[in-house]
């Protein structure tokens, strides 16, 4: 089946380009490796987000859920568990590949985020072997936390943030390597407001256990001590898996990031980006620049399409 738009990717991006290309009327359909919500739902659905405007807070799992809703509602067909592998052409229109066949389309918008994150290793021993139980790179949800000891390895929004969630039902060691967090002010606000116990300038040598975690060794002013653990949450950061984009057929920086001008147009002919994917002078990586970057690449990817008078 033929459809006008095929947005790649069902982030806050993705989601915002299927309701703009929807109230165009063009026939669409976003396609999401995994489930829809993008990072909000896969990296932090308990967390509260309090810069999406119109809402001084809202958890992240309920804002990707209004999105979904939202684009549901305008006529957006959402197909989940399905990878975009490739993007060919076929005479006038665009294959795309996924994993379990293909799709075609008259113009594309690629939102794939920071494609599927690898989270990055700290690299000590343990980590690999205890993977799984009691290691992990995302916090589990709240209700499997309750009672327990967590240690937070970071020092960034993410790790802060994680840590105060898990503050709230678990007692909560946050250990980061450096003598201050790179985290905005505000979180680290919060993070002193709450019970979680600090320990900066604290390097993690090893994580320990049999058939799970039961404690992690770190180094402090040239002293070893070992924190009591059920759980570790390694939040330093993630690695960017945007191999595949490299067959695209299109223009990318040295990081692999998406060349995009002020139309949101890729360096493909009908292929438009945005949200964390693309890169230009003075990109911010938020939702709320994803959600406009989107409606600029909808209303561009419309223009191709259906050629309007004005346009
Ligand atoms: C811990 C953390 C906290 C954050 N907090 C905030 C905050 O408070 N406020 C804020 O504004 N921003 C925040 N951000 C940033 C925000 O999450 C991102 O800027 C936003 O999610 C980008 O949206 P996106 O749609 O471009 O990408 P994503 O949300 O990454 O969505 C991309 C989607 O594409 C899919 N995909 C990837 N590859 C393929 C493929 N080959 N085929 C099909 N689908 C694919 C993925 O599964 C994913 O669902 C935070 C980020 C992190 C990591």
């Known amino acids: 089946m033929m459809h006008d738009l095929i947005v790649i990717g069902a982030g806050p991006a993705g989601l915002t380009a299927g309701i703009y290309a929807r109230s165009r009327k063009m026939k669409t359909l976003v396609l999401d490796a995994a489930a829809a919500g993008g990072q909000l739902v896969s ?4 967390k509260g987000i309090h810069n999406y405007p119109g809402f001084a807070e809202v958890q992240a799992k309920k804002l990707s859920e209004r999105l979904v809703a939202h684009a549901e509602s305008m006529g957006c067909e959402i197909a989940e568990g399905c990878r ?3 993007v060919d052409r076929d005479g006038d229109c665009f294959v795309v590949g996924c994993d379990d066949g293909e799709r075609r389309s008259k113009a594309v918008v690629v939102a794939i985020g920071m494609g599927l994150f690898k989270p990055r290793r700290l690299g000590v021993p343990g980590e690999e072997e205890l993977s799984g139980r009691g290691v992990g790179y995302v916090l589990p949800e ?4 309750v009672d327990k000891r967590v240690v937070m390895i970071g020092g960034g929004n993410s790790a802060l943030e994680m840590a105060i969630i898990a503050d709230s039902v678990a007692d909560t060691v946050l250990v980061h390597r450096r003598d201050c967090y790179r985290a905005d002010e505000s979180v680290v606000e919060s993070l002193s407001k709450s019970t979680v116990r600090c320990m900066l300038e604290t390097v993690p040598l090893s ?5 799970r975690v039961e404690s992690v060794t770190v180094e402090k002013g040239g002293e070893t001590l ?13 690695t960017p898996d945007l191999e595949h984009l490299k067959d695209w057929g ?11 001008d002020s139309d949101m147009r890729t360096s493909r002919p009908g292929v438009f980006g945005c949200g964390d ?13 994803a959600c406009g970057e989107a409606a600029t690449a909808a209303n561009s990817a ?3 399409v259906k050629k309007p008078y004005w346009a």
């Open 250 to 260: 299109l223009d990318l920086d040295e990081n692999g990031l998406v060349k995009v």
């Open 277 to 289: 994917v693309v890169i230009y002078k003075g990109k911010y990586r938020q939702i709320v620049t």
């Open 142 to 145: 709240k209700d499997k936390l």
């Open 43 to 46: 990296l932090y659905p308990d």
């Open 84 to 86: 975009v592998l490739r």
């Open 302 to 304: 419309y223009k191709f």
């Open 226 to 238: 070992d924190i009591p653990a059920d759980l570790v949450v390694i939040n330093i950061g993630n």
């Open 207 to 211: 994580i320990n256990g049999g058939s």
